[in-house]
């Protein structure tokens, strides 16, 4: 008799891949059952590219320390990535015949563009790291006492596809409803991974994707590990445009490399997100053919990272404002978590308007909107939403400016802010241990060197900052402050719209 949760499992490598270039699917099947496998890209239409109804494939145990070390599963099968396949995600779907009940799991895998292709509009990087960095599949991610995630074994239920339902978002959509029980009961209900509404891809970056080609983008895919594994992506000026969407928290010394050098160059960026690049991590054990196979992030535990008081304390996995690194995202986006925090979930900025309160409406991100100050961008839909990243500022003449403190550049825009708040003891939706600092100390201690009451008070009224700066060499950085900006274009709001639409015709190539 089959188990109640008795499934097939099964993951991609290399994750991403050129035409011409292989991707094995590396599978274990109950009872060594076949499987039926499917692939295809997902963007505005589905369409298939692969499908096979029996897939030989045998029964594989998730050996022990798999999250850290990977499953070393075989190969069930090998594609070759043909031609004429558009670069983009592409969703592998495992299914299989159990006792007249059918089960489905899901894998991915990029195909980025290749030296030759014509490139699109834009280049969207999709926030691998991060769902890695909470993948719980096989042991502890790094949320949960992991200080290493492999990228070899499948992604936890919930990472790579959702079902519809109440609660599917981890933002509080509807105020006073307790969103927060609903997303936890839509997790269990489902039985997805407790940590699947804080990444992956259904949440943010195939809405954006599916709105941005409906409306006659081409927007060209990769992983977070190709901006540091193939620099030349963004060299050249084959891309106007550098696109950051959803919740994208996890950056190497690599990614941020590549993506400062690109905008020094002149190339503009559009962070259509929230939490970014907050913590810093390594990508380590290449495979010959070069991808790394793990990620480390110390994260908390940062004096047990090797690095930490050597010569490589630059690389050290705490976040990027860490006064021992020196090297605050601000510089990057124009803005932090560590001046943000969280709005509509838990109990932090429960009953927010759920969008930006507009200071700088002559600005052209506003062309065609009608918005005035003071007005209320996105609230329909709540776009400022679950993580948030703002910047020191300070007014005159009721107007806010940026004091640069932070790292953010003297030349940056705030043109529209919402309230936002790190967790404290007393306010977060998972406690921390009596005997370890809340979230908001923790990023006093490492901005600041001392979690002191006066310390914490500096950054305990964040906000979202949606905001824009232009860099020497002419690049010219939006950022939007928030992970949710994507729903807003899910639920098809007019201003939210608009201002993408500015962006993508003004910075890409259209």
Avoid at 106 to 114: E, K, L, S
Avoid at 434 to 457: C, K, M, T, Y
């Amino acid at each position: 008799m089959a188990g109640k949760f008795e499934t097939v499992s099964g993951y991609c490598w290399p994750q991403s891949a050129v035409a011409g270039d292989t991707v094995a699917l590396h599978l274990s099947s109950p009872r060594g059952l076949p499987v039926a496998v499917e692939v295809a890209r997902v963007g505005a239409d589905r369409t298939v590219v692969f499908h096979d109804a029996a897939v030989p494939a045998g029964f594989h145990e998730v050996p022990s320390g798999a999250s850290a070390n990977g499953c070393d599963w075989p190969a069930a099968l090998t594609l070759t990535v043909a031609e004429d396949w558009q670069s983009g995600y592409y969703e592998v779907v495992f299914e299989v015949d159990l006792d007249g009940r059918r089960r489905r799991s899901h894998a991915f895998f990029v195909v980025r563009p290749a030296p030759t292709h014509t490139p699109g509009d834009a280049l969207l990087a999709l926030s691998t790291n991060t769902w890695y960095a909470y993948n719980d599949f096989g042991g502890p991610s790094l949320y949960t006492g992991g200080t290493q995630s492999a990228l070899q074994r499948p992604m936890a239920p919930g990472f790579l596809y959702k079902p519809p339902g109440h609660g599917r978002r981890v933002t509080t959509v509807h105020t006073p409803d307790p969103q927060m029980a609903a997303h936890v009961g839509y997790l269990q209900l489902n039985h997805l991974s407790g940590w699947a509404g804080s990444a992956g891809w259904p949440d943010w970056e195939l809405p954006f994707v599916q709105w941005a080609e409906r409306e006659g983008y081409r927007i060209d895919v990769v992983t977070n590990a190709d901006l540091e594994d193939h620099p030349d992506l963004l060299a050249g000026g084959r891309y106007p445009l550098y696109l950051s969407v959803g919740h994208d928290e996890y950056w190497s010394a690599g990614m941020r490399d590549t993506v400062e050098a690109f905008i020094a160059r002149g190339g503009h960026a559009a962070f259509l997100s929230g939490n970014t690049a907050f913590w810093q991590v390594r990508m380590e054990d290449r495979t010959p053919e070069g991808p790394a196979t793990t990620m480390v992030g110390y994260k908390g535990r940062f004096k047990q990272d090797p690095v930490f008081g050597t010569d490589r304390q630059p690389e050290l996995t705490s976040i990027w404002s860490d006064h021992l690194i020196g090297r605050p995202e601000n510089h990057m986006t124009g803005v932090s978590f560590t001046r943000g925090g969280y709005h509509r979930i838990g109990k932090r900025v429960t009953r927010g308007a759920g969008g930006y309160t507009v200071h700088r409406a002559g600005h052209w991100l506003f062309d065609g909107t009608d918005l005035g100050y003071g007005d209320v961008l996105g609230a329909d839909a709540v776009v400022v939403g679950y993580e948030c990243d703002g910047c020191a500022f300070t007014t005159r003449d009721g107007l806010p400016y940026p004091t640069g403190e932070d790292g953010t550049p003297a030349n940056f825009e705030i043109l529209a802010t919402a309230p936002a708040a790190h967790f404290t003891r007393t306010t977060a939706t998972r406690p921390p241990a009596p005997n370890e600092p809340s979230e908001i100390e923790f990023i006093a201690s490492r901005v600041f060197g001392s979690h002191e009451p006066a310390d914490v008070e500096r950054i305990a009224h964040g906000h979202a900052v949606l905001g824009t700066y232009v860099s020497p060499g002419g690049g010219t950085v939006v950022t939007s402050g928030s992970t949710d900006w994507a729903h807003g274009l899910a639920a098809r709001g007019p201003d939210v719209e608009r201002i993408t639409h500015n962006i993508l015709r003004r910075l890409g190539a259209r």
